[in-house]
């Protein structure tokens, strides 16, 4: 009984001095004074934590004795952490105060013109960083934007290789390319223009989904990309990234900053691409790849001013000489028939820049010019082409009782467009005439802050356009958030437009044995878009993940299209009789680990179609459905894996007739990429993998009749199926190869 008896005295002593381990932390956490709901507020290495109330309160109960670590973190806002001691039934009182981290956060400006937070921006803005595109590096920002999701390269000719950028489903002249803000990427330079781009000073890509005609004009139709470069005050001093792959392949990229003088300072890119190997694994006694000797040449200078007013000027010269065709094509069969071969040579200038007026007020006159010349032969087929565009744009913001944001600008576009082909005849059809466009524009917007959570932004452009005259672009987008920044709603209303030069912008109009037509002159398209936009963005204890969902709708009128399949020996180019949809839904979540884990995927599914006569049929070369992922993990030893791929499913292909031997649709498939990255200090790293894991490449009969590419003895208007056709495109034939390279950066 005795024993019993202290037994149970024993057990009431160690059950009390367990159970008297009571310690709680309660507190309010605040920012500038006001209360801050839902903050998570938590102990690092337990599951013990919670969340703020409505009225910025918080209490942890039941934590056990010893050294903890208290944090509190939202989104918006720098974490706090602190160190506690408990020793038994403590009740502490730990009050937090949290500073705005949006100063700290990304600076976005393609959605509105202003330099914003990302959160903050009533436009929904898609950065992607330097970072970002180094886990799979490509000689060009072109092959680059494969791993965003609902952005595809496509390849537009199976012999030249140029290709452009589709969003959404909508082809390369619905996207509007910018870099720095400057249209400089359109018309002639569509297909060219994102190759040469030194990657070594780029420091983010900015992506817009949806048209932005009230802003940028003709061309942002389906959407923006605009490359933005480095500042001259935090860009290396030296940063150089050489690289070589199997196939023979060589890029080259250095940038440098520099101090011209006590006020200027400069940015020097140079980017050299060389690839010389005739490859044909398919057989087809063509190129698999086009050749290409390229080298471009960037340059921009910051001059410091009074007051420190923004003004900057860069510039860039790129020369290219690309060709593909026959095996045993030679320079000297350039223009004949006696082999096969797409031959092009282009010079390319362009010059833009920024100077904000010494004013009172805050005035940017924003200027942009490039020249594009053309010398090239497809076949026997000769294009020879020169465009000059010259851009001004003076803009005006200022802040109205703060709750208006106002920002109206003026734009002057000119161009200058000339080639050897029908499109520059003048009406009586036999003698050349350039074509010269004038628009100029006006746009206001006005972004108007409810409060904290609520914005509104109202805009409306008006451009002439010299030859179709008037052209009105309204929009409207609303911007809801909590107070926290972790839930985000965008809604958008658009109008957009787009002016179409058929040879400027789409390569097979000069490709293969086709004849190209015009039905009627081309009218300009419009186009009403709906977007809604919602970011959901997670903090855990040790982990952050980003949700962010999109649906789209838009609506076309007047479209412009390639008909493959009405004359199965001619591309005729006519605005649609009916209308065209685009319509979809995506997804992309960025999953980051404070292990050295990074996971980032997306998926697109959309229906792009078209109705004419009422008959419904899907657009040619889109995808309904594409994903992409980038996976990487970096270890303690400064070793980072990175896995990274897109898979697309089937489109519908342009055949020659009901006869032709290749198929409908593509099949589905997937590019996967591997690399391995040791960083051996702050300046060396070497980094290796493999392309193309899986091998993939289309079919070995992609180009029609490739063993007649003069159509030498066929009698096509009887047999439209045996024609040469190399239109029939939707993926590279380069297939798997391993690449390495190694990259120096001096701060």
Request: with cysteine; hydrophobic share 35%; charged share 20%.
């Amino acid at each position: 009984m005795k024993n019993t008896l202290t037994f149970i005295g024993l057990l009431f002593i160690g059950l009390s001095t367990v159970l008297g381990q009571t310690n709680s932390i309660s507190g309010k956490v605040t920012s500038k004074g006001e209360a801050l709901p839902f903050v998570n507020v938590y102990l690092t290495n337990t599951k013990i934590g919670t969340s703020t109330n409505e009225k910025g309160f918080f209490e942890l109960k039941n934590i056990p004795n010893g050294n903890h670590t208290l944090v509190s973190s939202a989104i918006g806002f720098k974490p706090k952490s602190i160190k506690i001691t408990l020793s038994g039934n403590q009740k502490l009182i730990k009050n937090f105060s949290l500073s705005d981290t949006n100063t700290l956060e990304e600076i976005v400006i393609s959605g509105t013109l202003k330099p914003v937070s990302k959160s903050s921006s009533p436009v929904s803005v898609e950065v992607y960083s330097n970072t970002f595109f180094k886990k799979n590096p490509t000689p060009s920002i072109f092959e680059s934007l494969q791993n965003v999701n609902g952005v595809r390269p496509q390849l537009n000719c199976n012999v030249c290789n140029t290709g452009d950028i589709h969003i959404n489903g909508l082809e390369g002249p619905y996207t509007f390319v910018l870099i720095d803000g400057m249209p400089i990427v359109s018309g002639l330079s569509t297909v060219y223009g994102l190759t040469g781009i030194p990657q070594a000073l780029i420091d983010r890509v900015e992506v817009v989904k949806g048209p932005a005609s009230s802003l940028y004009g003709s061309e942002a139709v389906g959407g923006i990309i605009n490359i933005i470069t480095k500042k001259t005050s935090n860009a290396p001093a030296l940063a150089t990234d050489i690289s070589s792959s199997s196939w023979g392949e060589v890029n080259t990229d250095i940038g440098m900053r520099y101090k011209a003088s006590d006020q200027i300072q400069g940015l020097l890119g140079i980017n050299y691409f060389n690839y010389q190997n005739r490859i044909d694994n398919n057989d087809d006694n063509f190129t698999d790849v086009t050749l290409q000797n390229r080298i471009s040449l960037f340059n921009k200078l910051t001059i410091e001013r009074k007051n420190n007013n923004v003004f900057t000027i860069a510039g860039r010269y790129v020369y290219e000489d690309r060709w593909g065709g026959e095996l045993d094509w030679e320079k000297s069969y350039r223009g004949s028939d006696v082999k096969y071969g797409e031959s092009i040579y282009t010079n390319r200038w362009e010059t833009f820049g920024t100077y904000e007026l010494p004013t009172v007020e805050n005035i940017n006159f924003q200027f942009s010019a490039n020249g594009h010349f053309q010398d090239s032969f497809y076949g026997t087929d000769a294009y020879d082409a020169e465009q000059l565009i010259g851009f001004g744009q003076f803009t005006f913001n200022k802040q109205i009782k703060e709750k208006h944001d106002l920002l109206v600008g003026l734009a002057y576009r000119y161009t200058y467009y000339d080639d050897n082909t029908f499109a520059t005849l003048d009406e009586n059809g036999l003698t050349n005439k350039a074509a010269i466009t004038h628009l100029p524009g006006i746009f206001v917007q006005d972004e108007i802050a409810f409060n904290t959570q609520n914005n509104l932004l109202l805009g409306a452009r008006l451009d002439y356009n010299s030859i179709h005259g008037r052209i009105f672009s309204p929009r409207i987008n609303y911007k809801w958030n909590s107070f926290d920044k972790s839930n985000i709603l965008r809604v958008s209303i658009g109008n957009g437009f787009r002016v179409a030069n058929v040879f400027t912008e789409d390569h097979a109009a000069l490709t293969g044995a086709r004849e190209v037509e015009f039905e009627g002159e081309l009218q300009p398209e419009t186009s009403w878009n709906m977007n809604f936009n919602y970011v959901k963005k997670i903090i855990l204890e040790n982990s952050f993940i980003n949700l962010d969902a999109s649906a789209f709708y838009t609506y076309f009128n007047n479209r412009i299209l390639p008909d493959y399949e009405t004359n199965s020996n001619k591309i005729i180019y006519a605005n649609l009789k009916g209308f065209s949809i685009s319509k979809g839904v995506s997804l992309n979540t960025d999953m980051t680990f404070t292990n050295g884990l990074s996971i980032n995927f997306g998926a697109t599914l959309m229906d792009v179609s078209l109705t004419e006569n009422n008959l419904k049929t899907k657009q040619l070369l889109t995808e309904s459905f594409s994903g992409v992922w980038s996976i990487s993990y970096k270890t303690n030893t400064n070793f980072t894996i990175d896995y990274t791929g897109n898979i697309y499913g089937p489109m519908r292909l342009p055949l020659l007739g009901d006869n032709d031997p290749r198929a409908e649709y593509s099949p589905w498939f997937s590019i996967q990429n591997i690399q391995l990255t040791k960083k051996f200090s702050n300046s060396w790293e070497v980094y290796g993998g493999i392309k193309n894991l899986l091998n993939f490449t289309p079919a070995a009969n992609s180009i029609n009749n490739s063993q007649n590419p003069f159509d030498t003895g066929i009698d096509t208007e009887k047999n439209p199926e045996l024609a040469f056709d190399p239109s029939y495109v939707y993926a590279s034939n380069q297939g798997i190869r391993a690449f390495a390279g190694v990259r120096y950066t001096l701060f």
